[in-house]
């Protein structure tokens, strides 16, 4: 599975992003896909995923009712909506896939910058 995040870039706070994960090669096998982000000297960090199967999403707290994760199953895109963002969100946005059997894949990530 190779997966492409676009959509990072600088905006000011309280604004909004959209990033978007492509995904291709073996997608049926996709069991989930989330975000995770990554801010300097910080740990990698979920955002949000969801089950390739259905159900509901999840989200870390501090981005509940802020942010929001969505799959288009026809184009094999994952995107995640943020809106009235933080300097505190500023971090590496990384698009991750778990693959029934246990496998995982990353993207390369993509800079989301929020200034004050």
């Known amino acids: 599975v190779q997966l492409v995040e676009s959509g990072g870039g600088w905006v000011q706070a309280g604004g909004s992003l959209r990033l978007s994960c492509a995904a291709s090669?073996?997608?049926?096998?996709?069991?989930?896909m989330g975000w995770y982000r990554q801010a300097p000297g910080k740990q990698r960090e979920l955002v949000a995923d969801m089950i390739s199967s259905g159900g509901s999403p999840n989200y870390a707290d501090s981005v509940k009712g802020l942010f929001t994760i969505s799959r288009d199953n026809s184009k094999n895109v994952m995107y995640l909506q943020m809106n009235s963002l933080k300097p505190e969100d500023t971090a590496v946005y990384y698009c991750?896939?778990?693959?029934?059997?246990?496998?995982?894949?990353w993207g390369q990530g993509t800079q989301v910058t929020v200034s004050s």
């Open positions: 090669g073996s997608t049926l096998s996709i069991r989930a």
């Open positions: 991750n896939a778990d693959l029934v059997g246990g496998l995982g894949y």
